[in-house]
């Protein structure tokens, strides 16, 4: 049950895109299509911004998309604004019934 | 409108025990597995465990596996977190979410507070 291997920080300007990375292993990430990302601002509870690698829900503006290639996740995040800045984190199904998030990454807008 | 009400945080000394409560309205909390997420001042989120819908079947991260008990009462809509022998790596904010399928947790609660302290 080790958390996700995500980077500490990203930072991008208005307009720019920016990807943060989720890695887990064969045995988590790589094996079910059961990732998940929330974003979380301060003092907030945490916000779904997609579920099951790519599906986002209707809420949630089509500038955030999500992939997978082996044992990697990740968050893109286009066009980006200011009220994207925010912790985000990755969350992963782990055989048997349980989950495990990642270790959090902090988007700055420059 | 979906939402999710913890209680029951507060200050407790090491080797004590809390219970905390969620309570679910706008949807039937008895058609889902429901989940209990903690985050310790300024850390990460941790996954700590989830309780299936009929309450037959409950798992835990290894840190708190025999001293933490999930438990339900669909009639109430609520779940329950039992935490017992209570340590300071324990002092967290407490959140309880509905599992709306493979992960995808939502609604949120706001969070309940627990803090192990002497």
């Known amino acids: 049950q080790s958390a996700l291997t995500q980077p500490a920080s990203v930072s991008g300007s208005p307009g720019q895109s920016i990807t943060i990375s989720c890695t887990g292993t064969?045995?988590?990430?790589?094996?079910?299509?059961?990732v998940s990302w929330y974003q979380q601002h301060p003092g907030k509870a945490p916000k779904v911004m997609i579920y099951?690698?790519?599906k986002r829900p209707s809420w949630v503006s089509d500038r955030f998309s999500g992939s997978k290639s082996g044992n990697t996740a990740s968050l893109t995040i286009s066009g980006l604004q200011a009220e994207d800045e925010a912790d985000y984190y990755c969350?992963?199904?782990?055989?048997?019934?349980?989950?495990?998030f990642g270790t959090g990454t902090r988007v700055t807008v420059l | 409108e979906m939402q999710m009400v913890e209680s029951g945080g507060g200050l407790v000394q090491p080797g004590g025990s809390l219970r905390l409560s969620c309570a679910a309205s706008?949807?039937?909390?008895?058609?889902?597995?429901m989940t209990w997420v903690r985050q310790a001042p300024g850390k990460g989120l941790e996954w700590v465990a989830n309780?299936?819908?009929?309450?037959?079947?409950?798992n835990y991260v290894d840190s708190v596996r025999g001293r933490f008990t999930i438990s339900r009462d669909n009639a109430k809509n609520s779940v329950y977190l039992q935490m017992n022998s209570l340590r300071a790596e324990d002092t967290a904010v407490y959140y309880c979410?509905?599992?709306?399928?493979?992960?995808?947790?939502?609604?949120w609660g706001q969070g309940t507070l627990v803090t192990v302290s002497s």
């Open positions: 969350c992963s199904y782990v055989p048997i019934s349980t989950y495990v």
């Open positions: 099951e690698v790519s």
């Open positions: 979410a509905r599992d709306s399928g493979g992960g995808n947790y939502l609604p």
């Open positions: 064969s045995s988590d990430v790589g094996s079910y299509n059961l």
């Open positions: 706008g949807f039937s909390s008895s058609l889902y597995w």
């Open positions: 309780i299936k819908q009929d309450g037959s079947e409950e």
